[in-house]
Structure formats: structure tokens, C-alpha cells
């Protein structure tokens, strides 16, 4: 495992890549903490900002084009800026199971799922985690 293809990779896919591992750290521990709390609340925003940032930052990365400069995955981004500020109005109007649904899809799909398809041979993460 080494991080220089990461590292050598041109921007924005080492940003979108550590905000990333950000999110699924930060979203794991916001799955296992109790909820409600005032961390829990401090966590929520700064995943929240994460996942728009991971979500943003994908329509700069056009290594796979099947539309025109866009992928699949793209649609994965705009589903991901419209759910994450909808999980937190969620959470402001006190809709627990909403927000909790929303949240848990984000990570599992967005964060989870995405994610193994970066470790397909040929992506930077293939080459990331199991060598050239």
C-alpha cells in the first residue's frame, strides 16, 4: 500500500480522496456514538460539508467519460447534493427517522459503495491499496 499514486494524482483527486477517508471515519463514528448530543450535532455538520465537498469536487475528476465529461457516478453526486442538505432539514424539523434513513443511505451508497468501485484495476485507489 502507498499513497504516491494518490499524491501524484493532479487535483482535485487527492482532495476528493481525503475528504473521503474523512467522511467514512467521521460517519462511522457518528453510526456508533449516541445520538443527539452536541458532538454528535458538531459531527453531523462537518460530514455534512465533507460529502458536499467529495460530491462538488467529482465533477472535476473525468478519468471515466461516458457522457460527454461525465460518468454514472456524476448522478451519484447531484442525488448526494440534494440529500445531504435535505437529511439535515431533517434534523431540524425533529423527522429522526427521515434524517436517520438519509444519513445511513449517504454512508452505506455514497461514502461505502462508491467507494469500491475506486479499488477496480486501472483507478488510482486499485493502485493505492494493491500496488501498480
Same mark, same amino acid.
Given at each position: 500500500?502507498?499513497?504516491?499514486?494518490? *499524491?501524484?494524482?493532479?487535483?482535485?483527486?487527492?482532495?476528493?480522496?481525503?475528504?473521503?477517508?474523512?467522511?467514512?471515519?467521521?460517519?462511522?463514528?457518528?453510526?456508533?456514538?449516541?445520538?443527539?448530543?452536541?458532538?454528535?450535532?458538531?459531527?453531523?455538520?462537518?460530514?455534512?460539508?465533507?460529502? *458536499?465537498? %467529495?460530491?462538488?469536487?467529482?465533477?472535476?475528476?473525468?478519468?471515466?467519460?461516458?457522457?460527454?465529461?461525465?460518468?454514472? %457516478?456524476?448522478?451519484?453526486?447531484? *442525488?448526494?447534493?440534494?440529500?445531504?442538505?435535505?437529511?439535515?432539514?431533517?434534523?431540524?424539523?425533529?423527522?429522526?427517522?427521515?434524517?436517520?434513513?438519509?444519513?445511513?443511505?449517504?454512508?452505506?451508497?455514497?461514502? %461505502?459503495?462508491?467507494? %469500491?468501485?475506486?479499488?477496480?484495476?486501472?483507478?488510482?485507489?486499485?493502485?493505492?491499496?494493491?500496488?501498480?
Amino acid at each position: 500500500m502507498s499513497l504516491g499514486p494518490l *499524491l501524484s494524482a493532479p487535483p482535485p483527486i487527492p482532495w476528493h480522496a481525503f475528504a473521503a477517508f474523512a467522511a467514512l471515519a467521521i460517519g462511522g463514528a457518528q453510526l456508533a456514538l449516541p445520538k443527539g448530543t452536541p458532538r454528535h450535532r458538531v459531527f453531523g455538520y462537518v460530514w455534512a460539508a465533507l460529502m *458536499l465537498l %467529495i460530491a462538488i469536487s467529482s465533477f472535476w475528476i473525468r478519468e471515466i467519460r461516458l457522457i460527454g465529461p461525465f460518468s454514472p %457516478i456524476h448522478l451519484l453526486s447531484i *442525488l448526494v447534493l440534494v440529500t445531504v442538505p435535505l437529511a439535515v432539514w431533517h434534523a431540524h424539523s425533529h423527522k429522526v427517522a427521515a434524517h436517520r434513513g438519509a444519513m445511513i443511505k449517504l454512508y452505506v451508497f455514497a461514502l %461505502i459503495g462508491a467507494g %469500491i468501485f475506486t479499488l477496480l484495476p486501472g483507478r488510482i485507489m486499485h493502485a493505492v491499496v494493491f500496488g501498480q
